[in-house]
């Protein structure tokens, strides 16, 4: 059965501090890895991601992939109250669906 | 800049009733989808839809759901006998291509009493 697993489920930080998040994956048809950031509702798109070892920068958010060891990190530096959300790992198998993690809940204290 | 619109954003439903979602994907985009998020749960995928057909489903889209994109922009899922256990937000989604990323709704918050 095709897993996608976030850790750690819940984190609370300072602003300023830098955190990173893990996902880690087991699908049987890998096509790329997405990132998503959920507020309140709709997940809003970070970062996609099919090639290992290239990182993804958008201001202070980067990530990179590792197809061997099957895990992806979402770096954020300088953390702000407005980064604050849940952030989901989500995997496309195949060609059309796309697998999501459990999510991490950010909270990041003024 | 464009969007995935969803409407009505909360449904409140009698168990038993019948229920349309309905979604207004990105102009240009050929790829739709639902997923559905109980709450404090993940995001789960219930149907994708490519060229006027499905493409995939899920063991949740069972014979109670449906999909439609009855003319160029509305994409709709109808659920004919809602059960308690249907209560979730459900999101539709949509991409512009293959291997492209998707570009999620606000959601309908659906709440079968």
């Known amino acids: 059965e095709d897993k996608v697993v976030q850790s750690p489920l819940s984190l609370v930080v300072h602003e300023g501090d830098t955190v990173t998040l893990n996902c880690s994956y087991e699908?049987?048809?890998?096509?790329?890895l997405l990132w998503y950031k959920q507020e309140k509702k709709a997940p809003t798109f970070l970062f996609m991601l099919?090639?290992?070892?290239i990182e993804k920068k958008s201001g202070r958010l980067s990530s990179i992939l590792d197809k061997k060891e099957l895990f992806s990190i979402l770096n954020i530096t300088a953390t702000q109250t407005g980064d604050s959300a849940i952030y989901l790992c989500?995997?496309?198998?195949?060609?059309?669906?796309?697998?999501f993690g459990t999510g991490t809940r950010l909270k990041v204290l003024a | 800049e464009p969007e995935v619109t969803q409407t009505p954003s909360h449904q409140v439903t009698q168990m038993g009733q019948e229920v349309i979602l309905r979604c207004v994907p990105i102009?240009?985009?050929?790829?739709f989808y639902w997923y559905r998020q109980i709450l404090g749960q993940k995001v789960e995928f219930l149907v994708s839809?490519?060229?006027?057909?499905?493409?995939?489903k899920s063991e949740i889209f069972d014979d109670q759901f449906s999909v439609e994109r009855p003319d160029g922009s509305n994409f709709t899922l109808k659920i004919r006998s809602t059960k308690l256990e249907d209560s979730a937000m459900y999101f539709c989604?949509?991409?512009?291509?293959?291997?492209?990323?998707?570009?999620f709704g606000q959601g309908t918050r659906l709440t079968v009493v």
């Open positions: 699908v049987t048809n890998f096509r790329s």
């Open positions: 839809f490519y060229n006027n057909e499905i493409s995939e």
């Open positions: 989500a995997i496309r198998t195949g060609t059309y669906k796309y697998i």
């Open positions: 989604a949509s991409e512009q291509g293959f291997m492209t990323e998707a570009f």
């Open positions: 102009s240009n985009h050929l790829y």
């Open positions: 099919t090639s290992s070892g």
